[in-house]
């Protein structure tokens, strides 16, 4: 399935919005029917494409965030003041919607059940959306591989998607979710930045050989890789997706 999604020639094709909701102070978790979606791997992401009026266009990236298993194809979406499409997606976009998408894209962070583990899912931001999928993924398909993660956003209300985090912590992925900018009021949350002490305390060890996943803005993805190979992680058991 996945291989020939990835050899066929990309199209666009026109996606309808099923539900765009909230799922964090800045981002949105939108629903959509996709007519003749190849399927996906977790981990790949879409172009997705708007027309104003004039014929102006503008494109973007998104992690599908849903996992194979299910028919819709979800992307969250984060909010950013003055983008090109974040703002109509999360704004303006309502159920019954069309939008242009062109997809799956990508090989090379995917993560499958048959990929097996350990495996260790390190996100910034809204980088947390690949990992989404890569979760349910593991989740529906009944993947034995050993997970854990380790999420960073900036306050308690910015943490995409609490609730499903907080489920698949609860059926046994090691999950450390730490914010940078605000205590949690429960003080379940850790509260300080992704540094190698961090790291090196909840990271799967170098002796476990574990497949690692790195997804979030620029800085945070170079500084977390470079960190990772300090610890003695090989460059190649580290795969990265880095915007902004």
Not at 92 to 107: K, N, S
Not at 169 to 189: C, E, H, K, N
Not at 208 to 227: H, K, L, M, W, Y
């Amino acid at each position: 399935m996945a291989g020939t999604a990835l050899r066929r020639r990309l199209i666009w094709q026109i996606a309808t919005v099923i539900t765009n909701r909230p799922v964090s102070d800045a981002a949105r978790r939108v629903t959509l029917d996709v007519a003749d979606w190849p399927g996906h791997r977790p981990g790949q992401h879409v172009d997705v494409r708007l027309t104003a009026p004039d014929g102006y266009q503008a494109q973007r990236s998104y992690s599908v965030a849903s996992a194979p298993e299910r028919p819709q194809v979800d992307l969250v979406v984060q909010r950013v003041a003055g983008g090109e499409v974040s703002p109509y997606l999360t704004d303006e976009l309502r159920d019954g919607d069309q939008i242009e998408l062109r997809g799956p894209i990508g090989g090379y962070f995917v993560w499958h059940s048959t990929s097996g583990g350990p495996v260790q899912l390190i996100a910034g931001g809204s980088g947390i959306a690949p990992f989404l999928a890569m979760l349910e993924h593991h989740e529906a398909s009944g993947s034995t591989a050993a997970l854990r993660l380790l999420y960073s956003a900036r306050t308690p209300s910015a943490v995409i998607d609490a609730h499903r985090l907080d489920a698949h912590a609860r059926r046994g992925v090691a999950t450390t979710i730490t914010l940078t900018r605000a205590a949690s009021p429960d003080g379940v949350r850790r509260r300080r930045r992704v540094d190698a002490q961090l790291l090196a305390d909840v990271v799967w060890p170098v002796p476990a050989r574990p497949q690692i996943f790195v997804c979030g803005p620029t800085t945070f993805v170079e500084s977390v890789a470079n960190d990772l190979v300090g610890l003695g992680h090989t460059p190649a058991s580290i795969r990265t997706e880095r915007f902004g």
